[in-house]
């Protein structure tokens, strides 16, 4: 869309909104959703496959707005900034009716309220915690260049999002159902509360939400008929005569074939705005199979399609996301699901590319291919799958979330690594707990050392802490503390969302809604979640332990003493930085390292989980993942285990790294002792391309005992180190190296020089 349609396109929503302004949410939200859908969406290109496209930007191109997730906020928005932007583009003649925009914007947006929630409930410190860093207009987060921060200044734990992220829907309901199949469940479920009494509205706002799809497969219809008599090759002319004829029939029938299944998926998951794929072996794997046994299509037909989703995947650019998983328990088709697994991990041998964001559950007794096509495709380079142990994971996710093994099996790693359950709980990560940052505030009485400024809680003077046991306490005191306010305000997230969205799209395919005739976040959901992202376990785990032997056990330093060399950056202190260095450090087999790491991590989960239950929550979680270990490491100084201020933390649930000096074995070793009751972990690991080549059998033996011996996941980055310095000093013939960050990947050129570094000083196998 050119700038003026970008501006009208806002105008129209506005007006929309206005108009149902104070009818029932369900209404208002389908009236604004049939305002977007066809507009803002981007044209059918000749050799496209399939219809589907967002418009080039959705942050640049659609700047008022109803979704989920964009960007950290969730519900009704607009684009602060690219509205400013518009005026200066456009000229003094559009001021006026921008500035009645953001005027109007600033009072209705979704996640104005929720910030407001806070007072409102005069919960000052939740408040406070929810205005992290907004800007002069009080609406989008202010991000300070780190630059102009002194490193080390940061916070213990911060909500700075109000989105409702990573809901995996019920796509095989969809495929299974279709279109007039979901349709007609709503007018029986519709029927029955009617005559009950129950909220009529909410059925009627999904209703009025189907026919927008239709909408949509009819507006791509008509562009791919006059682009199929336009065609320059007798193929594309093919692909769009067949194109249109399914963008018709799938809006009176349910999907027959694989074509049909993907078009149906690509169109739901555009208007639905979801940008997770969930349990794709399920939903496509028996349409896959009987389109190759019945001879409908032939194989190599069958993953052209494959291929066309996954590069229409890629090419929405969200890295963080893009969630493709496979195989594992509870597929009630196993066969052909493996059959799709296989497709759709050569899919991403052949386009090693950023996304999707593959990842392979498996267990004992899964088909032994699928773990030998993993190991093949990671050992090309592809930074995916990533792996995941059911034997493992599943019994975790059944014991930190309370629920039966049955719903455990369907949990799915989200954004980074964190846990959600497949179609049936919400847990968005919406905010970050610096576990290290608790240390340093108990070292300064729960004040940020640079600033001044409270940032805990305050726990006493240093005097206080005569034996260990005291300061540990003190350091598991500081972050309930803080976990307390973060779940207060997921909670009044939720029940602003509650009060101002239906989120009708996802509550259709998300479990019991219908059934309930409840939205997701009015009580539709089976379980209504919340997680927080974690980072620097490692750290702590570490820095505690170097405490504890240093200061209270061989009396080589005082506490004061360790707080001002800390405070100092080692500067002047290199020696003391050695000793701290030499404690024992979690990821060489190493009891006590290994034991330090998980009392701390233990102390947290169970922590977060009688928190979240207390507060009226599912589940409360915390996860530790990737890639805040490095922007947060740069909002704390220097800790005990040796690490300078500002510099990465070990990322998710692996050692920090160069630390780990004991060899692979080793380093598994502790990760192995990791218990899986946790919110997600994600651990990375970087081996040699020979690992994977001349040593297969040796490696795939020693991450079969690994599993074995209960690690739970595995992300697996095969480079040489070469290949990272050639691309730091020629990087313009380097874009092809991507590199694992976490639960994401990102080209190596294109990372920051902080970023580069901690890759770089990983230990390679």
């Keep these: 869309m050119n700038d003026l349609k970008i501006l009208d396109s806002a105008i129209a929503f506005t007006e929309t909104y206005k108009k149902y302004k104070d009818s029932d949410k369900a ?49 009704y928005r607009m684009g602060l900034n690219e509205l400013n932007n518009l005026k200066a583009k456009l000229g003094p ?23 407001e929630c806070a007072a409102v409930q005069n919960d000052p410190e939740a408040a406070e915690y929810l205005t992290f860093e907004l800007d002069s207009f009080k609406y989008t987060q202010l991000y300070v260049p780190r630059t102009s921060i002194p490193k080390g200044v940061g916070y213990i734990a911060q909500n700075a999002n109000t989105r409702l992220a990573g809901l995996m829907l019920d796509f095989d309901k969809l495929l299974r159902l279709g279109i007039p199949g979901l349709e007609d469940e709503i007018r029986s479920r519709m029927s029955q509360v009617e005559k009950g009494n129950g909220d009529i509205n909410f059925f009627k706002g999904m209703l009025l939400n189907i026919e927008t799809l239709k909408d949509v497969c009819r507006h791509y219809k008509t562009q791919a008929d006059i682009l199929s008599e336009q065609a320059g090759t007798p193929q594309n002319k093919k692909d769009l005569k067949e194109m249109s004829r399914i963008l018709d029939k799938i809006t009176r029938e349910k999907p027959e074939t694989l074509r049909e299944a993907i078009q149906l998926l690509r169109l739901y998951t555009l208007v639905a705005r979801a940008i997770n794929y969930a349990r794709v072996d399920i939903y496509l794997g028996d349409f896959y199979a009987r389109d190759i046994d019945s001879g ?13 989703l996954w590069k229409m995947i890629e090419e929405t650019g969200i890295v963080f996301d893009s969630r493709v998983v496979v195989g594992g328990k509870g597929r009630r088709n196993e066969k052909n699901a493996d059959r799709f697994a296989l497709a759709a991990m050569e899919a991403t041998r052949r386009l090693k590319g950023l996304a999707p964001v593959l990842a392979m559950r498996f267990y004992k007794g899964q088909n032994p291919a699928l773990m030998e096509k993993a190991l093949d495709v990671i050992g090309e380079g592809c930074l995916y799958p990533t792996l995941y142990n059911d034997d493992v994971y599943i019994d975790g996710a059944k014991r930190i979330m309370d629920i039966p093994e049955a719903d455990a099996e369907m949990y799915l790693p989200l954004g980074c690594g964190e846990l959600i359950l497949d179609h049936s709980s919400s847990g968005s990560p919406n905010s970050a707990l610096n576990v290290p940052k608790a240390i340093e505030a108990v070292l300064h009485n729960g004040v940020e050392p640079l600033t001044g400024k409270i940032i805990g809680t305050q726990t006493g003077g240093l005097d206080t802490f005569d034996t260990f046991e005291k300061l540990l306490a003190a350091v598991k005191k500081q972050i309930s503390g803080i976990l307390e306010i973060d779940v207060r305000t997921h909670v009044y997230c939720q029940k602003i969302l509650a009060e101002e969205c239906s989120f009708l799209y996802q509550s259709m395919l998300m479990d019991d809604c219908i059934a309930r005739g409840k939205d997701l976040m009015s009580g539709g959901l089976k379980y209504l979640g919340a997680c927080v992202e974690g980072f620097g376990f490692t750290n702590a785990g570490d820095s505690l332990l170097a405490i504890k032997q240093l200061v209270y056990e061989k009396k080589m330093l005082s506490l004061k003493q360790l707080t001002k060399i800390l405070d100092a950056d080692f500067e002047g202190y290199e020696e003391q930085r050695q000793w701290m260095l030499a404690v024992p450090k979690y990821g060489n087999n190493n009891s006590g390292a290994d034991a ?21 929550l599912d589940y409360y979680i915390v996860s530790s993942v990737n890639p805040g270990g490095i922007t947060l490491g740069i909002m704390c100084g220097a800790t005990p285990d040796g690490r300078k201020s500002g510099e990465p933390f070990a ?27 946790n919110g997600g972990y994600i651990t990375n690991l970087k081996l040699s391309k020979e690992m994977l080549s001349a040593h297969r059998r040796k490696t795939g033996a020693l991450l079969d005992t690994f599993f074995r011996t209960g690690g739970m996941q595995l992300n697996i980055t095969v480079l040489g180190r070469e290949d990272l310095e050639n691309a730091m000093k020629a990087p313009e013939k380097y874009g092809h190296v991507i590199v694992r960050i976490g639960g ?22």
């Design 27 to 75: 209404i208002r939200e389908a009236m604004c959703c049939k305002e977007l859908y066809p507009a803002i969406l981007d044209d059918i290109r000749e050799d496209d496959l399939f219809a589907g496209r967002g418009p080039d930007s959705w942050f640049d191109s659609v700047l008022a707005d109803f979704s989920t997730q964009k960007g950290s906020d969730s519900g």
């Design 296 to 308: 409908r299509t032939s194989e190599e037909e069958a993953f052209r399609f494959v291929m066309a």
């Design 651 to 677: 990322l998710g649930d692996s050692p920090t790294a160069g630390f780990d000096k004991s060899g692979l074995t080793s380093m598994l070793t502790s990760v192995s002792k990791s218990d899986p009751a």
């Design 744 to 765: 994401y990947s990102a080209r190596f050129i294109e990372l920051d020089k902080i970023t580069q570094k901690e890759i770089m000083n990983r230990t390679l196998y």
């Design 596 to 616: 330090m790491v998980a009392d701390i991590s233990g102390f947290i989960h169970k922590t977060a989980r009688e928190i979240g239950k207390k507060a009226g």
């Design 93 to 115: 003649g559009k001021h006026a009716v921008i500035d009645e925009l953001i005027s109007f914007w600033l009072k209705e947006s979704t996640f104005v309220k929720v910030r």
